[in-house]
């Protein structure tokens, strides 16, 4: 299992500013992504974070509105770039174990209000 | 990635069990079916995963008939904090580092 923590849990943002979302893993591991869920949605998968490699983006989801860091094998960032209220979402880092199955494990999200 | 379709909602009282059906008439044959729960205000949490027959643990039973074009997703006895979004996903568990989550069932355990 792993144990995440995103910062910040919460914040309220105006229109064409930026916010750098934090996600910490207790444990090292290889694979990090960074979903958003809308208000009463399903998640949506932004990228794949990979440690040494550039983020793998879904369709939709650009480098230049979320730019991901990977710096080591316990943290990664998102950034919402320039942002609107259609940003407004929770959004969630997850990680998947080596030598596990399939399942993930979550942050408890960050939930961004834009102004 | 197999489509998958589940129930939007289900009400459900203290003491009842919980069976949430998901369809996936395309499952492919690497696929393995896993189900999700999601509090309000939190991530989602992995319960139970299998690729066929009955797999059983703690939390939930998962049970799948021999063609894997559905599965049942059983929370025995439920009590008010199981009051949660349930998500189904299907995915090759090789290749599976891609979750894509449908819309949920939402289950609400009423007194």
């Known amino acids: 299992s792993a144990v995440i923590s995103q910062k910040p849990s919460r914040d309220i943002c105006q229109r064409g500013t930026s916010l750098t979302i934090q996600c910490q893993v207790d444990?090292?591991?290889?694979?990090m992504f960074w979903y958003r869920q809308q208000p009463g949605q399903s998640l949506t998968l932004i990228a794949t974070?990979?440690?040494?490699?550039?983020?793998?983006?879904e369709s939709g989801f650009v480098i230049d509105k979320f730019p991901i860091s990977r710096p080591n094998l316990t943290f990664s960032t998102l950034t919402v770039s320039n942002m609107s209220p259609e940003d407004s979402s929770i959004y969630l880092c997850?990680?998947?174990?080596?030598?596990?199955?399939?399942?993930?494990?979550f942050g408890p999200g960050t939930r961004l209000t834009v102004t | 990635l197999a489509k998958t379709t589940q129930p939007i909602s289900m009400d459900s009282y203290e003491g009842q069990e919980v069976n949430i059906t998901c369809s996936h008439n395309?499952?492919?044959?690497?696929?393995?079916i896993t189900w999700y729960q999601q509090f309000p205000s939190q991530g989602p949490r992995f319960i139970i995963q299998?690729?066929?027959t009955k797999v059983t643990n703690e939390v939930a039973s998962l049970f799948i008939p021999a063609d894997r074009k559905s599965s049942t997703l059983s929370l025995p006895r439920v009590s008010l904090s199981d009051t949660a979004v349930y998500y189904c996903?299907?995915?090759?568990?090789?290749?599976?580092?891609?979750?894509?989550f449908g819309g949920g069932t939402r289950v609400l355990v009423k007194p």
């Open positions: 996903l299907v995915g090759d568990r090789a290749a599976g580092n891609k979750l894509t």
């Open positions: 444990s090292q591991v290889t694979m």
């Open positions: 997850s990680v998947r174990t080596s030598g596990g199955g399939y399942e993930q494990y």
């Open positions: 395309n499952i492919a044959t690497n696929d393995y």
């Open positions: 974070a990979n440690q040494g490699s550039e983020a793998t983006y």
């Open positions: 299998g690729y066929k």
